[in-house]
């Protein structure tokens, strides 16, 4: 049976169900936020992992820790653990993979809560970690077993995984999972990142993100005869003049087509995030030359720039610098490149996905694309599964803020949303009688 349309009754009696185990989904939820994740350093890992695969495991999962064994992340004092579940139907295929990251910023100033009670006030669960994204995972999982608790069986299968270290980049989660066959295109079809986005959201994807260093070099002499030697830091002031006064007002011109939101984030950018040289700030001062200063800049690229020429632009504008004073010397080293990601529109995933939406909540969904990147770049590069969005509950505004809150009716819209997608793109092993 392949994807459908539900059944008037099907839907009602899966809302029924979800709005059955709401308390249940709930405390859940507050006992994996009890649970301070913090990353950076990634605290108790192993312990927010079992959680979930405790639940996992009550719920028929059958289910697997990975842990990032030899890679940096992973140290004695911080485990890198994260917890995978399948569910298998009567068929392998099709096969939706549920993933959200349990690890959580750190908490911050300007609480006015205790960051890990996870208190309920007005319809609104405050705590670090509820809305980015703890609140996506216990929606997922209690979608999928509200389904169950209907009394009806999926005909595809269920993945769900809960992984770690999204906020540093997520080599030690999603891409370890990726690259150890735990997700991929000859096992999975789609991809649902539970990530906040606001309910009604649904992210295609996000920019693309070049990490860059110039460092310039230069030739040492005292600091009282500045004519015997040549500052490095003022070659990398020419540069950062070029990359403030040229360069930025090129980019603030390119637009994407593409909807990333907030709407001010569809035009290219540069940010610098870190300058260095000179002698060091705390320390003896000694007056010299400097023969050494760099810079980190933090470039967002569109979907319609070539990473190529994103990349030629940069190494164009210090050519235009040394050719203009021979003793501008530099070394240009890339620090990171993410490509960008964009789930086609019209693919199945996102279609259901929207229709859903757009039964549970009265409303279109708003097709979405990210400034920032998250793990979705390493389901599609690494895993090649081309059909992966983020949906979830919680406000993405929330993320990363003191006092963050996800409101309670928002989590039991998603995961009715999620259950209902489940059952279109799995089907039903037996339908209800209608
Ligand atoms: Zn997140």
């Keep these: ?62 289910t697997h820790y990975i842990v990032a064994e030899g890679l940096k992340e992973h140290t004695a004092e911080h485990p890198r653990v994260n917890v995978f579940g399948r569910m298998k139907g009567s068929t392998t295929r099709p096969s939706l993979h549920f993933n959200g990251h349990f690890d959580v910023v750190p908490v911050g100033k300007g609480w006015t809560r205790d960051p890990f009670a996870a208190s309920i006030e007005d319809g609104k669960m405050y705590g670090r970690g509820v809305s980015d994204q703890k609140a996506g995972i216990a929606a997922s999982i209690f979608a999928v077993e509200a389904v169950r608790r209907a009394g009806l069986k999926l005909h595809g299968t269920v993945e769900q995984s809960g992984t770690v270290d999204e906020e540093s980049g997520g080599f030690a989660g999603v891409a370890h999972l990726a ?101 060091p700030e705390h320390g003896t001062q000694t007056p010299c030359v400097a023969d050494s200063s760099g810079a980190i800049f933090d470039r967002r690229f569109l979907t319609e720039e070539a990473f190529e020429e994103v990349r030629g632009e940069i190494a164009e504008m210090l050519e235009r610098y040394r050719a203009a004073n021979p003793e501008f010397q530099y070394t240009l080293e890339d620090l990171m490149v993410v490509h960008p990601v964009q789930t086609d529109k019209n693919c199945d995933l996102v279609q259901t996905l929207a229709g859903c939406i757009e039964q549970v909540a009265g409303r279109e969904a708003i097709y979405a694309a990210s400034p920032g990147t998250y793990d ?28 963050e809150f996800c409101r309670i009716d928002d989590i039991v819209a998603s995961a009715k949303v999620m259950a209902l997608t489940a059952v279109q793109l799995l089907g039903l092993e037996q339908s209800l009688t209608k």
Aim: aromatic content about 8%; overall charge neutral.
């Design 1 to 62: 049976m392949a994807a459908s349309e539900v059944s008037a009754k099907v839907h009602d009696v899966i809302c029924r169900n979800i709005e059955q185990i709401q308390d249940e989904m709930i405390s859940f939820l507050q006992d994996l936020v009890r649970i301070p994740t913090v990353n950076p350093p990634g605290e108790l890992y192993r312990e927010g992992a079992e959680l979930i695969g405790n639940q996992l495991k009550r719920f028929g999962y059958d």
């Design 179 to 279: 690259r150890q066959g735990w997700l991929g295109k000859e096992k999975n079809d789609y991809v649902i990142i539970t990530e906040p986005t606001d309910t009604d959201h649904i992210y295609l994807g996000h920019r693309g993100v070049y990490w860059f260093k110039v460092t310039t070099h230069g030739r040492i002499a005292h600091g009282s005869m500045p004519h015997l030697g040549v500052s490095a830091i003022d070659h990398l002031a020419d540069f950062l003049h070029g990359v403030t006064h040229d360069l930025k007002p090129k980019l603030a011109a390119r637009k994407t087509e593409v909807p990333v939101q907030p709407p001010k984030s569809r035009y290219a950018s540069i940010n610098v995030n870190a300058v260095f040289g000179g002698q």
């Design 376 to 403: 979705q770049k390493h389901v599609v590069r690494i895993a090649n599964v081309a059909q992966c969005v983020a949906y979830g509950p919680g406000l993405l505004a929330q993320a990363h803020l003191p006092d």
